[in-house]
Each structure stands twice: as C-alpha cells, then as structure tokens.
C-alpha cells in the first residue's frame, strides 16, 4: 500500500506513528518554500506540521522545485511523507513515526512558473522558506521577466514585485523571509541581492520602498542532521512495521533546532514557533550560529575527504573508529573550539562540543560522508577559512589537524575521470578494489585541470595562492602550505588513516 490522501484511513493506528487528521489537508497555504530538500522536509516543514496537529499555526506549505529532479513522489503521495526521527535523548532512545500533511502542492519553476506567481495573490501566504544550498544566494545578472527567472533570488524578486502588483503596494501584503541556507547572515545577504536585482531591473521606487519597508528578510541558522530516505534494508523493514510503503521516507536525529533573528512581530506570523521551544526567536542568533558552522559544519567539513578516502562511508563508522576517534575529538576541542572567530564561553564550547559528538555517533543515523562534501569548496572557503586565519592569529602556527583536513580536501578534489560535466575520483575499496566516486562541487573543473597538469606539489601551491576560491593567499600562513603538502604526500604514499594515526602519535597541539 502506497502511503496517500486516499490510503491514510487504510493504516493501522500503532505506538509510535502519528497519522495526521484529514481535516489537516483542509488548511489553507500559508508558506512559499523554495526547495523539496530533506533538510527542509525533516526542521520547518516538522515544525510546521506539528504545530497545524496542536491547531496553532494552520496553514500548508506551496513548495517551489526549481532543479531538475523528480517530483512525482510527491504527486503519488499527495506531498505526505514520512519522518522518522531516531536518537537518544537524555539517555533514552526515541523511535518516532511522524506523516506529515504540512505540504499541500509542489511547483516546478521551469514549467509552472505562472501557478507560483499566483500564490503571490493568496493574502493568506505571508511567509518564504528557503534552501537552496550555499551557492544559491548569490547576485548574477537576471531578468525578473523571465519565465522562469534564472536564480533563486531572481525568482524571489519576481514573485514579491507580482505580490506588490496584486495588493498595490500594502503595508498588509508585507511577507516574512526566511533562508535557511548556511551562510553568515543569510537573511542580510539575501535581502541586499534581492534590492540590487530590483535597480538592476529599473523597477519603481514606490516597490523598492514597500520592499524595505513592508519584507522582513530574518537571518535564520538551521540545526539537524537529517540524512534522507534510510537505506534499502532500514526502508524495508520500517515499511513493513508501517503497513505502507513511502518514497519520500526521511530519517532525522532527534535533536532540532532553528534559530531566527526576530522580534515579537515576526513571532506573530510565525506562530509555529509556540510548537516546539526548539524554534529560537530571538535578536541575535550569533551563538548558535558560531557554535553549529564551526564546531558541527567545520568539523564535518574538514573531516569529510578524510573519513570517505580512509575507507568510511557514515560518520559513524569513522567517529567511532580507534584512531579517527582521536583526531575527530582533538580537531573539535583543540583546533576548531579555540578559534571560532567570536567571544564564546569555553564551557558552552565543550559542552556543544561533546553533544556534537554524540549525534555524530547516533546509531539510528546512516549520515553519509559523500553527501557532505556536496559543494565542498565553497563549505571549506565558508566553514573553515576563517577558523584557520582565526588559529593564525591566536597562536602563530599551523595547525596540524586543520592542515590534514584541508590536505584530504585536495586529495578527494583530485578527479581522473570526467564525463561530459560530471567529474569522478578514485579510493581505495574493500579488498584494495579502487572505486569510484563523484564530485559534486562547481569548481570540479578548476580541479580537474589543476590535478592533470601539475604534480602534487604545485597543486597545493596553486590552489592555496587561488584569493578567488579562499578570500585569501593561504600560501602567505606561515608552514601552512607545508604542513599541507607534506600530509597530502603521505596520504597519498601511505593511506589516509596511516597518515591521521601518525599526526596523533606526534601529538602536536594538545
């Protein structure tokens, strides 16, 4: 039985699945979201979800699908999946089934860009969610005229001067904007794109005033681990415990959190917010933005090409692994903790540290080191640079950890295929199979060029002097590129786990 509207009366009430009432798909849509991501689908549209079951927030969500990807799960199932959140908490192990009914329709912006612009007329739509990775909010020259437009803050422009149009320009027409993308001050960032695409675009004054003044564009920081659809057995069987089948299965941790930059008119329109004391509205996010970008992020980021070429497909397998154990924990407590760019007090930083940790070891959570190093370089320049130059200015010395993160960046960079835009590189398997992988970053190509016409050495060189990919000459840190060459010669002469395991003997900088 395929989970849908018409076979939620078919399944069978159970401890530890929550069905939600038909009166739910009655709501009216209340959100435009931008995106159909399992980030998405397992923290604000959870939220949502749950606060429409405590009849706070009532209203669904309209998503926008601007990629080429496959909708027609979400036709299929009426936009109904399940969330599966798994963990512990507070030393005991949660297991919960939600469906969730939060999501009324989903748009594609390629062929149905004239029924989004329609939403824009519904007064009742008042809120804008958005995930559109960290690449998607960036200023390129667009023509809002377009059908669709080319970028997402294209595409936002348009729809918000098609609502000014609808409603001429009212102070009651005014909308709440919410990126969740993981950039600094994403609602900042995204809010002065959007106004420069408007004078770019020669539209009236009388827009770009109601723009400023009636849209809210709230700098927000999105916190959990949601890795997708589990793998082919976990489905399986919790289908089977289930009774029905569902394509859109999202397996989540238990730990949640979304902060957003507010105040108490913003908590109005977002009354979800009074469903879960997990959603943060608050002046400043700053804390929780540091803290989740360096220690979580940053410590994903400057792990991920390590744990994957050492042979670990989850971070689980890794962060419990005798030797990566060891490296994981000290890059966090040693490196990473002491030189997030902002006053934190050092307890909060161990403690987040250590529950950080915790959730990488989750059981429940198949969280896959590939999936992390989507769009590795722009995570590395965003993450982890300021990290780096942060440890340069405390302590005036390479850090040994951070330098074996950004070698195992440019070793898992190092594609030896490419076929047409796709870019694929090689690790060592099971059995010293070699196995491909593919990389999935906008600068693969940089890559594959630098790779094939120069030796490791000039690679690291080259890369490192690129100010375009860091903001920076990374060459100009004192031993940095050094530390960096010589790690990445021995990783590739030695393994990278050979390599981690050496760095601890020599316990540097603990």
Same mark, same amino acid.
């Given at each position: ?31 435009? $979201? ?355 130059? $942060? ?95 010589? $790690? ?23």
């Amino acid at each position: 039985m395929q989970l849908s509207k018409n076979t939620i009366q078919l399944i069978k009430a159970q401890p530890g699945l929550t069905i939600p009432d038909l009166k739910l798909f009655e709501l009216p849509e209340k959100v435009l $979201q931008f995106g159909t991501g399992v980030l998405l689908r397992g923290l604000p549209d959870y939220f949502i979800d749950k606060a429409n079951r405590q009849g706070i927030f009532n209203g669904r969500i309209v998503v926008v699908k601007s990629t080429e990807s496959d909708s027609s799960a979400f036709e299929k199932q009426d936009s109904l999946y399940t969330i599966c959140v798994r963990g512990i908490e507070n030393g005991t192990t949660v297991e919960e089934n939600t469906i969730n009914a939060s999501i009324s329709r989903v748009l594609s912006a390629k062929t149905e860009w004239k029924r989004i612009l329609e939403c824009a007329h519904n007064p009742e739509i008042k809120i804008v969610i958005s995930n559109t990775t960290e690449v998607g909010i960036q200023l390129v020259q667009d023509d809002i005229t377009n059908d669709p437009p080319v970028s997402f803050p294209g595409k936002l422009l348009a729809f918000l001067f098609e609502r000014f149009k609808a409603f001429n320009g009212s102070a009651q027409s005014g909308m709440v904007i919410l990126p969740t993308e993981l950039i600094t001050d994403n609602g900042s960032k995204l809010e002065s794109i959007v106004l420069e695409l408007a004078h770019r675009n020669s539209l009236d004054y009388t827009f770009i005033e109601w723009l400023e003044n009636h849209i809210i564009f709230c700098n927000s920081l999105v916190d959990r681990i949601v890795p997708g659809k589990p793998n082919a057995a976990d489905t399986k069987k919790i289908e089977a415990s289930l009774g029905y089948q569902d394509a859109l299965m999202t397996m989540s941790e238990v730990f949640r959190l979304w902060a957003i930059e507010g105040d108490e008119k913003i908590k109005t329109v977002l009354s979800f917010s009074k469903a879960d004391e997990s959603v943060v509205i608050t002046p400043d996010i700053t804390l929780f933005k540091e803290l989740k970008l360096r220690l979580l992020n940053g410590t994903h980021s400057f792990n991920c090409g390590l744990a994957y070429l050492a042979g670990f497909n989850i971070t689980r397998q890794a962060v419990t692994d005798k030797i990566f154990s060891i490296f994981a924990i000290r890059l966090m407590h040693a490196e990473i903790a002491c030189s997030i760019p902002v006053e934190i007090d050092e307890k909060i930083k161990e403690e987040y540290a250590n529950r950080v940790f915790e959730r990488f070891c989750n059981p429940f959570i198949d969280h896959q080191w590939l999936s992390i190093t989507v769009q590795y370089t722009s995570k590395m320049k965003m993450r982890n640079i300021p990290l780096l130059l $942060q440890y340069y200015k405390i302590n005036h010395l390479p850090p040994m950890r951070m330098a074996a993160g950004f070698a195992g960046f440019l070793l898992f960079m190092k594609a030896t295929k490419k076929e047409g835009n796709q870019f694929y590189g090689e690790r060592n398997g099971p059995g010293n199979h070699r196995e491909e992988y593919e990389i999935k970053d906008e600068s693969a190509d940089y890559f594959y060029t630098v790779w094939n016409t120069h030796s490791a050495h000039k690679v690291v060189e080259e890369v490192m002097q690129n100010e375009e990919l860091w903001g920076a000459d990374l060459t100009k840190l004192p031993g940095f590129a050094e530390l960096v060459l010589e $790690q990445l010669q021995d990783m590739i002469s030695n393994g990278v786990l050979q390599t981690i395991s050496q760095i601890e003997a020599k316990k540097a900088t603990v």
